[in-house]
């Protein structure tokens, strides 16, 4: 039993060393959460193809949907680069809850309210809106 016991506390130790505490819980800065939203590839223009199908597959927007919710969320948890704090919070929780209403429209399978909302989230003056305000010139 001992024989075992010593290499286990080893590699333990070692993970210890090489795993810094709360790695996992770190929360995605905004740059990160950006890009998996709105780069090529992201879930909001996939999204947008998905949705724009004659046939949906609505297992797959709502799980994109879900994760577009929980980095949308994620990103309120983060200071803005430039301008205030009351500011950030207010943009932030605008662009989650519309987020929130793309992810209840693809619940309930409605195509319609799902491409409204995607556009929402797809509008310029939503983008310049906190781009403007909190994104380093």
């Known amino acids: 039993m001992k024989k075992l016991t010593l290499p286990v506390v080893i590699v333990l130790a070692v993970a210890a ?17 950006m890009g998996k939203l709105n780069k090529p590839g992201g879930l909001r223009p996939n999204l947008g193809q998905d949705l724009k199908g004659d046939e949906i597959d609505w297992a797959e927007v709502q ?12 990103m309120a948890k983060n200071t803005p680069a430039v ?3 009351a500011s950030w919070q207010r943009l932030t929780a605008a662009y989650a809850a519309d987020a929130a209403a793309l992810d209840a429209a693809a619940a309930r399978k409605d195509k319609a309210a799902a491409l409204a909302a995607h556009g929402k989230l797809s509008a310029d003056t939503l983008c310049k809106g906190c781009h403007g305000v909190h994104q380093k010139k």
């Open 17 to 33: 060393v090489i795993l810094p505490v709360g790695a996992a819980d770190k929360n995605p800065t905004t740059k990160e959460i």
């Open 63 to 74: 799980k994109q949907t879900k994760e577009f919710v929980a980095l949308t969320q994620a």
């Open 83 to 85: 301008g205030d704090a």
